[in-house]
């Protein structure tokens, strides 16, 4: 909220921009550096939840059998991770999962989306911590998922060992074990959080090398233009791969539960 | 909740998955067996010092067996 304008109120640009400018100054103890107990994007996401939670309970408080507008909007939501994403993916036995997979496709579009949304303009799915740790809850839930419903050893014996002669299996079974366990999450958390990390990059380099360049030289003015209406096309852009992350990760996390409940291979 | 009316087309044909998750499995097996043979193949250049060989032949096999992967969970089902 205050740390570029406050750079670009002093007239000094730090271009280019670096990982330094992902870390913004604190709120609780006020302005303080290298404190991140309370910042603008622990606010972010407080305010995210809060919203979200709001939103659901305030739209189906009464519901109507004719919708309203909100409940509509809540509904088609709703309906579209069911039947698009849940139903689709899982089948009929998905929609128990459709709560979930509707929270986690609303948190992570609406904290994908401060990340366009002026004076938030950062999306604390920039910092890698927080995608890690949806990564990890849609982690535990698919292995849990799989654990429940076949036992324990038959889980990870249907994950681990593929169908094929017994002779390939030791060159098959590392691949398995380290596709499944280990690049999911991984891939789940670094896809996201890259993708918010160098949506923020490619605006702070766009707008911050206006200012720098009109800085330099009165001449390159024209050119800083240029440079700002490319910030505009871009936020356009960025809007789209928010919401495809946003898909992406729900479509992904719903697909790992599908393999988890799938009952042969 | 409100959340229980019928929508429109719920049930569906049933457990077919679609293609985008399939598509990352595919890849996240392309390139998981050459990581994890690459990287037994690189300990292995370390134990016998045989200077970057058994790293090129564990990535060749890596392929090889997310290729095999792909092929066996994905392929034409039986």
Known sequence: MFGQSNVLAQGEVNFPPSVEDFYLPSIA?????????????????????GILILFFLLTYRKPQLVPTKKQWIAESIYGFVRNNIA????????VRFAPYFTTLFCFVLLTNFFAIVPFFQI????HIAFPAFLALISYVLFNWVGIKKHGFGKYF??????PAPWYILPLLIPIEAFSTFLVRPFSLAVRLFANMFAGHMLLLVFTLGGFAMLNANALLAPVSVLS????????FLEFLVIVLQAYVFTVLTASYVQGALAEEH | MAGDQKPPNAGGPGDVPSGAGQGWTALSYLIAGMLVWG???????????TGGIATGIGIVLGMAGGVILVIRNLGTPK
């Open chain 1, 29 to 49: 103890p006020w302005g303080a550096h290298n404190n991140y107990w309370f910042t603008k994007i622990t606010f972010m996401v407080w305010l995210a939840v």
């Open chain 2, 39 to 49: 990287f037994i193949g690189w300990l292995v250049d370390g134990w016998l010092d």
């Open chain 1, 123 to 126: 999306s604390p799915n920039s």
């Open chain 1, 228 to 235: 700002w209406v490319m910030t505009v096309a871009l936020t």
């Open chain 1, 157 to 162: 014996k249907h994950a681990l060992i593929p």
């Open chain 1, 87 to 94: 139903v689709d993916m899982i089948g009929h036995q998905g």
